[in-house]
Structures are given as C-alpha cells and as structure tokens.
C-alpha cells in the first residue's frame, strides 16, 4: 500500500534544480538544491545525480551505489481532518500522533507486489528512532530512522514529514543497512537540512 493510500494524500516526486548561486556556508562536501518553484531547500553530496524517479518523479544519488539516495514527495493534504468528531483545519503535523504516523509511513515504504498489492515475503520494517524539530519559522517536521529488510536485504532510511500552506513534504533518504555505520552522518545531514522556504 502506498503512502498516498495510506494518508490520503496526494503525493508527487519533485523535480529538484540547482540553486542559483552557492551559500558560503554549507558543510564540507555538500551542495545546496531548492525545487523550481521555490518551496524548499535540501542539501546533498557534490558526487550525487540526478535519476530517474518513480511516478515520472526524480531522485538524487551517488552514481556508484543507486540505494544511496534522496526522494522529496510533495501533495495536498485536505483541508480538515475530524478531531474528537469535529471539523479541524490541517495545518501542522502535530495534529497527528507522532508514532502512529510513522506506523502509517512505515506501511506504505513496505515493498509489495504490483498486482496483488500485496506485503511481499519475508519483508519487516522496524522503526528506531522518532524526533521532531521546529524550523525559525515555526513548522513542525517528524524524522523517523527506519530498517526495512527484504529477503534478507536491509536498508537504513530516515523519513522526514512537515505540513505547510496545504502540502505534505515528505523526504526519504538512506542507504543500504551495511553502509549505514560508514554514511550515518551525511544521511543525517541531508535529513536535517531540509526546510520549507518561507513563503512571499
């Protein structure tokens, strides 16, 4: 089951461009890309490309290991959600219980196969670790370090959710489980760059 069916959002890949001049300020290694219309900013590693994405979407990643890489998915949310049987304006993800969000999240990251949409064999998914941080402009985001292991083939993903203006942001990035050790930080670093840019 995908994340759209889960959530019941809307979700799309975003096609990332190059930021237009590089801030003086970046970690070591790393380049700064925002999406063309100016909602976002994630940083990512100066080897990384472009490839492409699923649902005519792209992703960025090192040419010489395609598991190492990074997805931004953007939909609309709906307007409302019912709380205690009443009509509520969706406007953060705080209006979600942290973990069972990242149990829905979890489920829909789960490989399946295309026919039956059905959990293939021997597939777990284990979440590790759940935080939350708030950006300068107030806004919420969820991180979720997750292992989801296939026939025998792990991989470490961190997942990270925000709600603004109507839109789900939603960015995987990871790498295979036995690179995780030697990647761990720069993971973490793309995960933590990530920011909704302030709106005009």
Known sequence: MRLTRVLGFSLSAVVLVACAGRPSNLPQGFQ??????????????????????????????????????????????????RTKGKPTDLTSVSQFNRSEFGRRISQSLVPRSGTQDSQLPQTAVEI????????????????????????????????????????????????????????????MTIADSFQVLPTS
């Not at 994405?53 to 090192?62: A, I, R």
């Not at 806004?139 to 709600?163: C, D, F, N, P, Q």
């Open 32 to 81: 700064e890309f925002r999406d063309s219309n100016e909602r976002f900013t994630v940083l990512y590693p100066n080897n990384w490309t472009f490839q492409p994405g699923p649902d005519q979407g792209v992703k960025l990643s090192d040419p010489a290991d395609a598991s190492y890489q990074l997805t931004v998915a953007v939909g609309k949310v709906p307007a409302q959600i």
């Open 128 to 187: 590790r670790r759940e935080a939350q941080r708030t950006d300068p402009k107030g806004r919420l985001y969820y991180t979720y370090e997750m292992v989801i292991a296939t026939a025998g083939v792990s991989r470490h993903t961190l997942i990270t959710a925000v709600i603004d203006q109507g839109s789900l942001y939603t960015v995987i990035v990871g790498c295979s489980d036995d690179n995780w050790p030697s990647r761990k930080e720069k993971v």
